[in-house]
């Protein structure tokens, strides 16, 4: 009687153990998945990225309390400020803090002790906010169109700034709460917030700045407020000023915040 001969699965290894890193993909979707759950479970970073934006716009179109001289319809001139605005609300107030306080009870330090790179913890919380900015853009043109909003311009264009924008405020949210505690970026990422409100022609037109008119083009605000603007009530394609003040945001940004980053 002969031997039993073992099958090629087990000559093959198959169901042995390989220990060992997940794929930069694998690490990336993972990531992304896990911190888009996080964000949506967080009560104050939703209301932050969609119930301050869509009450501001149907406040700033509905009610003149706002004295502005703009062209066109009030829904003409807001919508695109307030699309900036939750943009900027998303991408830096609220991932700044929730970075930072995730710094400090000790997840990043946790998550540091696996094989996880830092730039595979930044491209997750980026693209959770991506998924979130899709649906808050979804909800904002959708009450904007409602309003009376008649949008122009090139789609392209518009998903362009907003892409540069996230990346620009992403940036500017990961090397404040990398580099500082809580606590403070807390206080400051409300502070910049709340400036970049008033400044970034999001409320107001710049030309209504007088002097700090042309400081706040050069801010990402002032930019990608500008950029949209121009875009859906101009009917201009990707103004290449604006978009440059973005990617040169975007690079510095990202680019010290990946070089400074701390786990705890």
Known sequence: ????????????????????????????????????????RNGEQVMLSLIVPIGLLVLCTQVDFIAVDVEGS???????????????????????????????????KRLGATPLPRSILLIGKTGAVLAVEALQFTLLVGIGLALGWEPRGDPFSVLLFLAFGTAAFCGLAFLMAGALRAMTTLALANIVWFVLLGLGGIIFPLA???????????????????????????????PFQDLIVLGLWAVVTLTAAVATFRWE
Do not use: H
């Open 1 to 40: 009687m002969s031997a039993i001969t073992p099958s090629r699965a087990e000559d093959a290894g198959e169901f042995a153990p390989r220990p060992g890193r997940a794929s930069i993909r694998s690490m990336a979707l993972a990531q992304i998945w896990m911190e888009l759950k996080l964000l949506l």
């Open 74 to 108: 009030r829904a003409d001139f807001f919508v695109p400020g307030v699309l900036a605005l939750g943009i900027m609300s998303t991408a830096f107030t609220g991932q700044a803090i929730a970075t930072g306080f995730d710094r400090q009870y000790g997840v990043l």
């Open 208 to 238: 209504e700045l007088g002097s700090l008119a042309g400081i706040a083009e050069l801010l990402p605000s002032g930019a990608l407020a500008g950029g949209l603007r121009e875009i859906l009530q101009d009917g201009e394609v990707a």
